[in-house]
T-cell receptor
Framework: KAGVTQTPRYLIKTRGQQVTLSCSPI?????VSWYQQTPGQGLQFLFE???????NKGNFPGRFSGRQFSNSRSEMNVSTLELGDSALYLC????????????????FGPGTRLTVT | KNQVEQSPQSLIILEGKNCTLQ??????????LRWYKQDTGRGPVSLTI?????NTKSNGRYTATLDADTKQSSLHITASQLSDSASYIC???????????FGAGTTVTVRA
């Protein structure tokens, strides 16, 4: 079974631009979560989508948005990029939402390394 | 204040030795606790998931323990190998809003 794929793997953007990152979950998985990882802050939760609906959202500004399509693929968009948005953006998929009591396994993709100059 | 604290921040061990990583949390109400291994430049990989009723879980040379009363967990690595060099992240799930809280991770370096 193919794992979680993220495109592109690397991206360089300029301040003020916008960017769209893509994530394809494992086949059959309906939940997709997005995370930002920086050396100083570690892993921080952005949002989770399940069946095309945003189920949960972290404490990020409105410049960060996402969506999920009917085939469970997900995209996240960052508008008006700032230098501080430079990070590794990770996508993770699971069969069902990760926070439920039964603790469904979450599988991460390799990430997209975004550099804002 | 982070609701998941990990210690130590980093450690260096010799190949073949054992080590234990700690995770203390204040997340409530508790749903589940996960340990992930993240190699440099790659996404995290799940090692174990424990719910309230489980107090120990193993995955090969990795053994996680959970004390839900004291809100502490540990990850024990037995007979370390060079491939164990990675960051280990403790993640705690909350049962009311489904949010996951992440620890900052412990960086383990195994030397020959």
């Amino acid at each position: 079974k193919a794992g979680v794929t993220q495109t592109p793997r690397y991206l360089i953007k300029t301040r003020g631009q916008q960017v769209t990152l893509s994530c394809s979950p494992i086949s059959g998985h309906r939940s997709v979560s997005w995370y930002q990882q920086t050396p100083g802050q570690g892993l921080q939760f952005l949002f989770e989508y399940f069946s095309e609906t945003q189920r949960n959202k972290g404490n990020f500004p409105g410049r960060f948005s996402g969506r999920q399509f009917s085939n469970s693929r997900s995209e996240m968009n960052v508008s008006t990029l700032e230098l501080g948005d430079s990070a590794l953006y990770l996508c993770a998929s699971s069969l069902l939402p990760t926070g439920d009591n039964v603790g469904y396994e979450q599988y991460f993709g390799p990430g997209t390394r975004l550099t804002v100059t | 204040k982070n609701q998941v604290e990990q210690s130590p921040q980093s450690l260096i061990i010799l190949e073949g030795k054992n080590c234990t990583l700690q995770c203390n949390y204040t997340v409530s109400p508790f749903s589940n606790l996960r340990w992930y291994k993240q190699d440099t430049g790659r996404g995290p990989v799940s090692l174990t998931i424990m719910t309230f009723s489980e107090n120990t879980k193993s995955n090969g040379r990795y053994t996680a323990t959970l004390d839900a009363d004291t809100k502490q967990s540990s990850l024990h690595i037995t007979a370390s190998q060079l491939s164990d060099s990675a960051s280990y992240i403790c993640v705690v799930g909350r049962s009311n809003d489904y949010k996951l809280s992440f620890g900052a991770g412990t960086t383990v370096t195994v030397r020959a």
